[in-house]
């Protein structure tokens, strides 16, 4: 059966306070840890590529990796309608950076059976960084198509929008592909009181690295190829320029077009 995987992620709650380790990696044992806000919109274009081309007869996994507390991203993606869930569970992946992460999700997917998208939101909330879906792209020698509001299936070729400062762009690609999605993208849906109670019973497969064939050394803070050695706290956000005078209109117009806004 062909398949869409959602990959998904544990962050801490927006509204948690937020600390650093002495490693500079966060502290996740002193906050509320939720699904990533952007995986809903991604899993939402998930499921609405399957309900929308039912002759496809794709089904939506979703996908994570991390400690034990990611399970509850999976298990929400499944309250919202996602058929199947995986979660790469091991101590070992702890501290990797985004190319051990890409490399774990990468070596999970290639254990799934006629993955058709990997369908991901376009920057954690946490990480931030928007390369995973482009890194595992590479991984797996398929197309990306990245920040992308609005996505479709023309035959066998995925098409989406993207916007940037520069305008309106339509993108598409052959299956399979590697698929980012904003927050712009259609409004997620809310799980329903059958779905909440379907995600609580539903097993959900774990994997270790040796059952997606990812050798330890590969992973982890100690091997990754990038290091955090510092870290400030963000400065006071400064006053805005005023803009006065005859020429004001002038001087606006011109920093429009160098920030590219008109």
Do not use: C
């Not at 254990?111 to 797996?140: K, N």
């Not at 006071?236 to 005859?246: K, M, N, W």
């Amino acid at each position: 059966m062909p398949t869409i995987v959602a990959l998904v992620k544990n962050v801490p709650d927006t509204w948690s306070e937020k600390t650093l380790e002495e490693d500079f990696t966060l502290d996740r044992d002193n906050v509320d840890e939720v699904l990533d806000e952007v995986n809903e919109f991604s899993v939402e274009q998930a499921l609405r590529l399957r309900d929308e081309n039912p002759d496809k007869g794709f089904k939506v996994v979703a996908l994570t990796g991390g400690p034990q507390p990611a399970t509850e991203s999976v298990r929400r993606a499944i309250a919202m309608g996602a058929d199947d869930a995986v979660h790469v569970l091991d101590d070992r992946i702890a501290g990797s950076d985004v190319l051990g992460t890409a490399w774990v999700i990468a070596s999970a997917l290639a254990q799934m059976d006629d993955v058709q998208m990997v369908i991901a939101g376009s920057s954690s909330s946490d990480g931030a960084t928007g390369a995973l879906p482009g890194i595992i792209a590479e991984y797996r020698q398929h197309p990306a198509l990245t920040y992308l509001n609005k996505v479709r299936l023309e035959a066998d070729r995925i098409v989406g929008t993207r916007e940037d400062a520069r305008g309106v762009w339509e993108l598409s690609a052959p299956l399979p592909a590697v698929v980012s999605i904003t927050d712009k993208a259609d409004k997620p849906r809310f799980p329903n009181f059958k779905g909440i109670l379907a995600a609580k019973k539903h097993e959900v497969t774990t994997w270790s690295l040796e059952d997606i064939g990812v050798d330890p050394g590969q992973v982890g803070m100690d091997n990754a190829a990038t290091a955090v050695t510092g870290a400030n706290e963000r400065a006071q956000r400064a006053a805005g320029e005023l803009i006065r005078g005859a020429d004001a209109p002038a001087r606006l117009a011109e920093y429009l077009a160098k920030e590219n806004l008109l």
